[in-house]
């Protein structure tokens, strides 16, 4: 009994989630629904992504599956791109639980110094069907104060 009540609060955290801006029904015979979630990044705040994924009310894992798109919605200055992680393995700007058995989506930024451009990728941190399902989007620098300002690599 406890548990059933322990579900029931989780289920009504997760339905308060701020960063929640759409809900999709897949239907009356499905207690499935596509959430849509905004995330503006941290540090590179010219940014706002938008993620799609399947949340399951009833269940105790959520599907793997989600999409990201990112674009340039505000400015983005040279001091932003100096402060995020350069590294080839960027840093995590966001994570939603997608399960009580520690399966997470996560949102990474890197940056491409070749192409002046602003990868964000989203990915699931658990297999499934031999495959860690991942989406990707990119957001260009060119005609922003950003764009040139690190050197590229070779």
């Given at each position: 009994?406890?548990?059933?009540?322990l579900?029931?609060?989780?289920?009504?955290?997760?339905?308060?989630?701020?960063?929640?801006?759409?809900?999709?029904?897949?239907g009356?015979?499905?207690?499935?629904?596509?959430?849509?979630?905004?995330m503006?990044?941290?540090?590179?705040?010219?940014?706002?992504?938008?993620?799609?994924?399947?949340?399951?009310?009833?269940?105790?894992?959520?599907?793997?599956?989600?999409s990201?798109?990112?674009?340039?919605?505000?400015?983005?200055?040279?001091?932003?791109?100096?402060?995020?992680?350069?590294?080839?393995s960027?840093?995590i700007?966001?994570?939603?639980?997608?399960?009580i058995?520690?399966?997470n989506?996560?949102?990474?930024?890197?940056?491409?110094?070749?192409?002046?451009?602003?990868?964000?990728?989203?990915?699931?941190t658990?297999?499934?069907?031999?495959?860690?399902?991942?989406?990707?989007?990119t957001?260009?620098?060119?005609?922003?104060?950003?764009?040139?300002?690190?050197?590229?690599?070779?």
């Amino acid at each position: 009994m406890k548990k059933l009540i322990l579900l029931g609060f989780m289920s009504l955290l997760s339905a308060c989630d701020s960063n929640e801006v759409g809900d999709i029904s897949l239907g009356i015979f499905t207690t499935q629904d596509i959430k849509l979630d905004i995330m503006v990044d941290p540090i590179v705040t010219g940014v706002t992504c938008h993620i799609a994924s399947i949340e399951a009310d009833l269940s105790l894992s959520d599907p793997s599956d989600s999409s990201i798109s990112c674009r340039q919605t505000g400015e983005i200055t040279a001091e932003m791109i100096k402060a995020i992680d350069l590294s080839d393995s960027g840093e995590i700007v966001f994570k939603k639980s997608k399960s009580i058995f520690f399966k997470n989506m996560k949102i990474r930024r890197v940056f491409d110094s070749r192409s002046q451009t602003l990868m964000y990728v989203s990915y699931s941190t658990k297999e499934t069907s031999g495959s860690f399902k991942h989406s990707l989007s990119t957001v260009p620098l060119w005609g922003t104060q950003a764009y040139n300002v690190l050197p590229k690599a070779d």
